[in-house]
C-alpha cells in the first residue's frame, strides 16, 4: 500500500470537477494537479466555490462530474486508506469544549493505526502549558492550533487545510503561518484555501485564483503577479498649477510599462523601481517641475484578482 | 517521529463520552438528583400512616344529639365533633367533614345523612356512621362476623409509581443521552471532523450504548435500591430478569433516540421531535396511574408502545414474579422497536 503512494506522482489530481446545488454552480469545472511536496493555495473570495472543491477531495461531498485522485487513490475504493493518510482541518469546526486539550489530541490520535505521539504534537503547536486547559477556555488562535494538531497527528501525507487563519488577529496568524511552514518542510504535501493574498504569497508554493466555481489564473504567486507585466506600482503628484505630462512621455522612461493620469495624480506600472524611480525625478528635474508625493507598493495577488475580475477579493 | 500505538479507540470514544457526562452538572441532576428528589418527594406523600379516619359532624341542639355523639365515638374510624347547623354546612363544603348528621330530622325517632354521594370516602363515612348508630340504638347483627387485617407490600401507589418511575428513566437516558449528544455535536461540525478521520462509526455509536449502559446501571440500582430500603418495594422477580427487561429497554429507547437524532442539525428541532415522542408515552403508558384507565379501543395502540411494554414487564416482574419467558409479548415489542428503529437510524443518519 506505501509503496503505491511514493510511485504516486501526483499527491491531488483533480480532473472536470464539478458540483451543483440546484441551479448554484458551486464548483463548475475545476482542473488541478499538485505534486508531491507542494503547498497549494486556492484563493478566492467568499462564496467561490473553494471550501466545496475542497471537500469534495477530502471525500466528504461527493461531485456531480469529475475525477478526484489523492495519493494515487480514489475514495470510492480506498476510503480507508485514504482516511489514515490524510489531514484534515474543517472550516469552523467546534471541538468539544468540555475536553482538555491532552484529551483531544488523544482522541484524535486514537483513530489513526500510525501516527505522532501527543505529547510531541502538543509541543509542535506550542500548546505545551495549555495541555490540561479545557477546549472552551482557549483563544481563537490557540483554538485553531489544536485544531491543527488534530489534522496532523495522524502524521499525514497530504494536509488540508481550510481557512486556517480566518479570524484571528495578526500574531496569531503568523505564529500558524510558521506551524505550517514547518510542516511543509517535512515534505508533506498541502493544500489549503484563503481568502486573504499575504497568506496565500508566504505559504503556498502554487496558487489557483478561483471565481464562480471556476479557475481563473494558476501558477506560483510570482508567475501570478508577474503576469501583470509589472511587480511595482508608482503613483505620484505634481504641485498645484503645473502643467499637465503627456502619459505617451512617461511610458518613454526607463522600466515603465503602463502609465495612467488619474484624478491629478499618475500611476506608473513598472517593472523595477529602482530604474524607473531615478529616470522619473531625472525627468522632472530637467522639467523643474516639482514633486507634491510619491509612494509605491509592490504589486499583489490583490492586484491580479482585481485585475482579473474587476472586483475586490475581500468585501471588508 | 512515528509511534505504532495509539489507545484503544472505543475506550478513548467512552472516556469523552463520561467526561463529558461528568463536567455538565445540569445532565447529572437530571439522571440522579431528579429521580432521588421524586422518590423522597413520593416517599413523604406515600409514607405509612395509620388508616384514614373519616370525619363527621352531628348537628347540636337536638334531644339525641349527645347520645349520638357518644355512639359515633366508640367507632375508632370516626372522627366526631358536634356543630350548629350552620358551621356544620361549612365544614362540609369545605370537605373538613364528609357527612353532617342531622337527628330527628323528620320530626320524630329517624336520622338524615347528608354528603356527596360520588365520593367514595363520603360514602364510606355515611356506612360508619349508620353502622356505629343502628348498634348504639340496640342493633343486632344476624351473622357473626369478624376482621383479619392484611397489609400487603405490592398493592400500594408507591408500589404501582416506582416501576413506572424506573421506565421513565430508561427512556429518557436513552432519548435525552442520545439525542442532545448527537445534534450537539452535528450542529458543531464535530461529526463531520469525525468521520474525517479513520474512526469508526460504529464504535462512535457503540461509545454511546457503553456509557449509557454504565450510567443506566447507577441510575436503576440508586432508584430500585432506594425504593426497596425505603419503600418495601417487594421484589418478587428474580433481579436478573428484572436487569434483563431494563437493558432490552435501554436498547429499545437507545434506537428510538438514535433515529430521533438520525437527521436533525438543530437543538430545538431534536427537542421538539423528543417531545413529541416522550408527551404520548408520559401520559399513555402507565407511569403514575394505569394505562388501563383509557378507552378499550385505544389499548392495542397504547400496549405497542415501547414505554408501556417496559412499565409492564417491571411491574409484572417485580410486583408479581412473572417469569421471565411469560413476558414475551412485552419483549417482544421492545426487541421489534429497537430492531427497526436502529435499522432506520443506521440508514438514515446523517454523518455530516
Not at chain 1, 468539544?96 to 483513530?111: A, D, I, M, P
Not at chain 2, 409514607?47 to 349527645?66: C, I, L, W
Request: contains cysteine; proline residues 4%; charged residues 20%.
Amino acid at each position: 500500500m506505501q509503496s503505491q503512494s511514493t510511485r504516486a506522482t501526483h499527491a491531488l489530481r483533480v480532473e472536470g470537477l464539478r458540483k451543483y446545488y440546484g441551479d448554484v454552480r458551486a464548483v463548475d469545472g475545476v482542473d488541478i494537479v499538485v505534486p508531491p511536496g507542494e503547498c497549494f493555495g486556492l484563493l478566492g473570495p467568499n462564496g467561490a466555490g473553494k471550501t466545496t472543491t475542497i471537500e469534495v477531495c477530502e471525500g466528504l461531498l461527493t461531485p456531480d462530474a469529475g475525477v478526484v485522485e489523492l495519493l494515487g487513490l480514489r475514495w470510492d475504493h480506498d476510503e480507508h486508506e485514504l482516511r489514515e493518510r490524510l489531514g484534515i482541518q474543517l472550516q469552523e469546526t467546534q471541538l468539544g469544549e468540555k475536553l482538555t486539550v491532552e484529551e483531544t489530541v488523544r482522541l484524535f490520535r486514537s483513530f489513526y493505526k500510525r501516527g505522532r505521539a501527543v505529547d510531541d504534537v502538543i509541543h509542535v503547536v506550542q500548546l505545551d502549558e495549555k495541555r490540561d486547559a479545557r477546549v472552551g477556555k482557549l483563544s481563537g488562535g490557540q483554538k485553531q492550533r489544536l485544531a491543527l494538531a488534530c489534522a496532523i497527528v495522524g502524521d499525514p501525507d497530504l494536509l488540508f487545510l481550510d481557512e486556517p487563519t480566518t479570524g484571528l488577529d495578526p500574531q496569531s496568524r503568523r505564529q500558524l503561518w510558521d506551524l505550517i511552514t514547518e510542516f511543509k518542510r517535512l515534505g508533506r504535501t498541502i493544500i489549503l484555501t484563503t481568502h486573504y493574498m499575504d497568506e496565500a504569497e508566504i505559504l503556498c508554493d502554487r496558487v489557483a485564483i478561483v471565481d464562480h466555481g471556476k479557475v481563473i489564473a494558476l501558477g506560483t504567486p510570482f508567475q501570478l503577479i508577474a503576469s501583470l507585466g509589472a511587480e511595482h506600482v508608482v503613483r505620484f503628484g505634481l504641485a498645484p498649477e503645473t502643467p499637465p505630462i503627456d502619459e505617451a512621455t512617461l511610458r518613454s522612461l526607463d522600466g515603465v510599462r503602463v502609465a495612467r493620469a488619474i484624478a491629478g495624480e499618475y500611476e506608473l506600472q513598472v517593472g523595477a523601481l529602482h530604474q524607473t524611480v531615478p529616470a522619473l525625478l531625472a525627468f522632472l528635474a530637467a522639467r523643474q517641475l516639482e514633486l507634491a508625493q510619491l509612494t509605491t507598493h509592490s504589486a499583489t495577488l490583490e492586484d491580479v484578482f482585481v485585475s482579473l475580475t474587476g472586483r475586490q477579493l475581500r468585501d471588508d | 517521529m512515528t509511534e505504532q500505538h495509539g489507545d484503544n479507540p472505543l475506550l478513548q470514544l467512552v472516556l469523552v463520552r463520561f467526561r463529558e457526562y461528568l463536567r455538565e452538572p445540569e445532565a447529572l441532576f437530571w439522571s440522579f438528583g431528579f429521580p432521588i428528589l421524586l422518590a423522597i418527594g413520593l416517599g413523604i406523600a406515600f409514607r405509612s400512616k395509620p388508616p384514614d379516619v373519616a370525619h363527621v359532624a352531628v348537628v347540636s341542639g337536638a334531644a339525641r344529639s349527645a347520645a349520638y355523639v357518644d355512639a359515633l365515638r366508640r367507632d375508632r374510624g370516626l372522627a366526631v365533633e358536634a356543630l350548629s347547623r350552620d358551621s356544620a354546612r361549612v365544614a362540609l363544603r369545605t370537605g373538613r367533614v364528609a357527612v353532617v348528621i342531622t337527628p330527628g330530622a323528620d320530626g320524630g325517632n329517624g336520622v338524615e345523612y347528608e354528603y356527596d354521594d360520588t365520593r367514595p370516602d363520603a360514602r364510606t363515612a355515611k356506612l360508619l356512621a349508620n353502622d356505629a348508630l343502628q348498634r348504639g340504638e340496640g342493633r343486632q347483627d344476624v351473622l357473626g362476623a369478624s376482621d383479619r387485617f392484611v397489609r400487603e407490600a405490592g398493592s400500594r401507589y408507591i408500589d404501582f409509581v416506582v416501576p413506572g418511575l424506573l421506565g421513565m428513566t430508561i427512556m429518557g437516558g436513552g432519548i435525552w443521552g442520545l439525542g442532545f449528544s448527537i445534534v450537539d455535536q452535528r450542529r458543531k461540525r464535530l461529526l463531520k471532523r469525525l468521520v474525517a478521520t479513520p474512526m469508526s462509526r460504529a464504535q462512535y455509536l457503540a461509545s454511546y450504548v457503553v456509557s449509557r449502559f454504565v450510567l443506566l446501571t447507577i441510575e436503576a440500582v440508586v432508584l430500585v435500591g432506594a425504593s426497596v430500603l425505603f419503600f418495601k418495594i417487594p421484589m418478587r422477580g428474580s433481579w436478573l430478569s428484572i436487569a434483563a427487561i431494563v437493558v432490552i429497554s435501554a436498547l429499545a429507547f437507545g434506537g428510538l433516540g438514535l433515529l430521533i437524532a438520525a437527521r436533525s442539525q438543530t437543538i430545538e428541532g431534536v427537542s421538539g421531535l423528543m417531545n413529541l415522542c416522550m408527551l404520548p408515552m408520559w401520559v399513555l403508558s402507565g407511569v403514575f396511574f394505569s394505562s388501563e384507565n383509557f378507552p378499550r379501543a385505544v389499548q392495542p395502540f397504547i400496549k405497542a408502545l415501547p414505554l408501556t411494554a417496559t412499565n409492564d414487564a417491571l411491574r409484572a416482574s417485580m410486583l408479581r414474579g412473572v417469569p421471565f419467558a411469560a413476558l414475551w409479548p412485552q419483549l417482544g415489542v421492545l426487541a421489534l422497536w429497537m430492531t427497526i428503529c436502529f435499522a432506520i437510524a443506521l440508514k438514515i443518519f446523517r454523518w455530516r
